[in-house]
């Protein structure tokens, strides 16, 4: 093995033993921002108007003026001021509320740059008669959508771009087997490739600073168009991990070529490597591993777990390139550098497995949320993407790689061989090109648990009507009937019956929350009362209409705690 490659081998093995070993003494992982208190509490009827209101969560949280709202008893919004200090986010009022009920809709942003946003209510006097419908108009709903299909479009182009420039590099300074100035072609087209990537990066990086802006305010597609949303993004973290990451980027592109043709000039080696260390590094300044704890050791995992892979995709893509016929590679050339990337390949799937697997279960702390959040079921796809890549991985070592290698003497083995090797590492890169994808996503997915719209939903112009839902259990059944429906309070009442059809008696209570799909608000915790053996009671305010998702978290043994969604369309 080349002294390069044994160095890579040795440092890439080094950090993933250490990293296991920590992860092995480590403790559990944090989750973010989620809301733990309010004063008052959601549902309260205050004899005298309060004058500030307070809302308490588990970790700092940057607030969001523009898009936390106190609604009147007739639907308007009140002046408010809205700070954040610490953990606490505190929205006083202009003036005196008066009597009726009012809604709290609140936003803010955890520090993995995360938006979370709900809503709560109280009275003051009493309870007003009725609510005012308030929410989002459709297009309004579009739009927002459509500016976090294009945030994630940015993060996949910026992912995409800083993998392929920092591999490539990777790979030709440390994996390439070819002589300084030797072929030409090969070398324009991997210094072309790296061009391209990185032009992409800088587009990316360039609209996901303004796009994320707009994204945690709750924003449409408009806000790319408004200069304070420009403005406002200039600071932010994402716009300081992109202004790091594209000069990496660029330094690893301008000194790659000097590198690549003098070896004996190691400073433009360590230059052009030292950057491509840097962009990747910065792809870990903002998302979950900033919640997760001890960050010292999630940060190492997702640094090194980042470089595993753009080494790994920069490898396929160069293989790819250098197995070209038009090309020109020396067949000798070829072989050995083949050989040498084989022989790193089972060091980078280490690295890949150890600090996946520690960053999937410190950002989501338990094995249901790999099916429970969609964080998890992301994960999971690019779990099987990834089995699907070691598979082609481990055909090519085996069946493929030897034979091009025993004859390296010769002609660099056989063309039909040659071929079908080129064809497996192209569909590789693929594979592994969509397995950038998949991971630019998780960014912007939730690993805290979400609900899926209802199925079926109804027209909100129709009249209100109880919600009745059964849904089987493990050895039982669950009956679930919401009344009435609308906007304000509403009755729960949920019956368990075993497996003979008697009332199903459980050592621990079931716990219910109320969630909004659209506009997202919630999870609101929701206090279930026992009615008699298996029934349970509950009074619900849904203060806003909309699709409406009531989650029941039922322990039905020790080692088993289904959860059950029952939608409900909640109409004025």
Known sequence: MHPSSRRVRSVVLGAAAGILLAFLASGPAAAHAVLEETDPRDGAVLDAPPERLTLDFNEPVQAVPEATTLL?????????????????????????????????????????????????????????????????????????????????????????????????????????????????????RLQRTRYVALGAAVVGAVVLAPATEGWQAGAGTDALATAGTWTASATSDTAVAGLIGVAGLVLATAFAARAGRDRRALWPAGVSLGGATLALGALALVGHTRTATPLWLVVSADVLHVLAGAVWLGGVVGLALVLMPSSQVDPRRAARTVARFSALGATLLVAVALTGILLAWRVLGTLDALWTTSYGVALLTKTVIVLYVVMIATWNHYRLVPGIVRDRAGHGGDDAVRRQLRRMVTAEAALLGLVLGVTALLVSLSPEPSSAAPPGAADSTAPASPTEVTRDLEDGTLRAQVTPGRVGVNSVQLELLDADGAPWALDTDPELSARLTQPSVGPLEQTLVGAGPGTYEATVDLPLEGEWVLELSVRTSKFSNPIVEIPVEVTS
């Open 72 to 188: 009147s008893p007739d639907g308007l919004p009140v002046d408010v001021e809205v700070a954040a200090t610490d953990s606490t986010l505190v929205v006083t009022p202009g003036a005196e509320l008066e009597d009726g009920t009012y809604v709290v809709s609140w936003r803010v942003i955890s520090l993995d740059t995360h938006p979370v946003a709900g809503a709560f209510s109280f009275s003051v006097g009493e309870p007003s008669a009725t609510a005012e419908p308030v929410g989002p108009a459709p297009g309004e709903r579009a739009s927002a959508l459509d500016l976090a299909g294009v945030r994630t479009a940015a993060q996949v182009t910026v992912y995409a771009g800083t993998f392929l420039v920092a591999g490539l590099v990777a790979f030709e300074l440390l994996v390439l087997h070819v002589s300084p100035g030797a072929a030409p072609v090969l070398r324009r």
